[in-house]
């Protein structure tokens, strides 16, 4: 029997194999930042502890960063901030600050700086880590115990996982994304449905993907419950990375793609679930409730809690929509949002900005609704002004910031008011997410776009019969 | 890490699925740099409502949280395990935890048992009618006794053994540092390195 993808990034990273002991696994790239590491370089400090490979360690400072000029005036995140400073320092770590031209949200930078590769396992304190799979990376978030672990000894011990493969077949039709397709899947299996679970997904919907593509659909692999998700590394891979700062070059290159060209499940592997999604039969979707499976095509309505099996279900959906203010029946194109976030790890890269800003092209943003438009790292800012599309975001009236998180979570001060909805490219729909009383529609760019321009939870499509 | 045998204290019930740790502590609290003092965040939102669980007196010393189906889901943030330890928790039970927290409990020493959510069920119930019940987790036996009842529970054996043991991961690593340099003398030339290039 062969091996899936996961298996053989595993299989090539195993130091130690104990019988009724986990694998103890070597990390080829350990990505920090502020919010969840200080307490793990406070552990290597008490027990007298060096980081052992600082040259496999990336630092950036990304979720309390503000998006507007000026320094961080919130106390506690500047504090959070600084002592990131202070320990990369202290311990030779390489950090990317606020003001750098590589800063940005860590997972943006680490495929950008061509330190994302095929076949790596990489992890960050930050369960989005899961982004860097569409490399066919094994990458996965840890708690700060296991950050600690890693500075400490650049490896984890950890149980395999299982595997799953979400084939995706057909071609994806117009005005529908990776975005769209993650929802769907996870609106399929449940929160808790890739429990235990690395997803690769596959399929010839997959294989025309761009590798932005791949990685939104990765990213949101967590929100399924899974670890990672993956997608095998092919061409498309390889010429994103050729040329990027810290690709191979020359014999090494060739070597490197000798290796990842591996990368692929067998034809004989056997994974633990499978499930089929047809691409082409998939229209744009978004969130209703309070977790990213609370999810329905956008041509849909509020669902009735009554309708759900089980009474823990119906408990949690009549939860949702009483959190959510809505009221089953009501069409989701009818929902009235205040503000629109277009940017995070999930979609925040140029791809991302360049399809909104498509949409919203010559239009402008709605009476009453604030567009928030936040490139993903600084590099993808720098592009995008490159390609002018911040003044098309500008002259739509929306508001063009600099680099970070921001309101993907409620942690800097780019936040939802109480009540206030939103419509979000980001990656969770949780009560308070993105502050506290909060109310967030996941979407994607181009849904995200189009209802910024009619005030009501839209598709490019409505915009056109519109007109 | 403390060793962990037997813990006896209060069950609280938590008749809610799929809490994730944004409810269990939400992203304003984490900004601290230092390892304790969370309490305060936890379950921060749903602490303003007086219904509440955690705001009725009988569960002050609530130390044994009952909680619904997959528990702990969401971001990665060890914090939501500190939370529920600083407020007192020693043991979280539920049917199904999110795999990251389940991790992350099990190195800060909270004690993640997986019951079947029939018993999880039966044990809302008791502890709803009789508020301030005791519950008795044993995990050398693996079991809970509330009352008359007496369930068995489900932990991964490793992270059982390093709890009963009080161990910590990075000594027990530390101890096949030998083997970490043997596997890194033979990593290919072309991985990155994170140094400036």
Known sequence: MGNTLAEKVWEQHVVRQADGEPDLLYIDLHLIHEVTSPQAFEGLRLAGREVRRPDLTVATEDHNVPTTPGPITDVVSRTQVETLRTNC??????????????????????PQLGLTQPGMTIVCGDSHTSTHGAFGALSFGIGTSEVEHVLATQTLPLNPFRTMAINIDGTLPDGVTSKDIILAVIAKIGTGGGQGYVLEYRGSAVREMSMEARMTMCNMSIEAGARAGMVAPDETTFAYLKGRDHAPTGADWDAAVESWSQLVSDEDAVFDAEINIDASALTPFVTW????????????????PESFAGENDKAAAQRAIDYMGLTPGMPLREIHVDTVFLGSCTNGRIEDLRAAADVIKGRKVADGVRMLVVPGSAKVRLQAEGEGLDKVFSDAGAEWRLAGCSMCLGMNPDQLAVGERS????????????????????????????TAVRGTLSSPSDLVTSN | MEKF????GVGVPLRRSNVDTDQIIPAVYLKRVSRTGFEDGLFAAWRGDETFVLNNPQFADGSVLVAGQDFGTGSSREHAVWALMDYGFRVVLSSRFADIFRGNAGKAGLLAAQLRQEDIELLWKLLENEPGTQVTVDLEQRTVVAGEHVFGFEVDDYIRWRLLEGLDDISLTLRHADQITNFESARPSWKPSAQPV
């Open chain 1, 89 to 110: 320092k202290e311990f030779g770590v390489r950090l990317y600050p606020m003001g750098d031209a590589e800063q940005g949200i860590v997972h943006i930078i680490g």
């Open chain 1, 289 to 304: 409730g309070t977790n990213p499976g609370q999810g329905l095509p956008l041509s849909a309505v509020v669902p009735d």
């Open chain 1, 423 to 450: 419509a979000s490219t980001s990656n969770r729909n949780f009560e308070g997410r993105q502050g506290k009383g909060g109310r967030t529609h996941l979407v994607s760019p181009l849904v995200a776009a189009a």
């Open chain 2, 5 to 8: 045998t037997q813990h006896t």
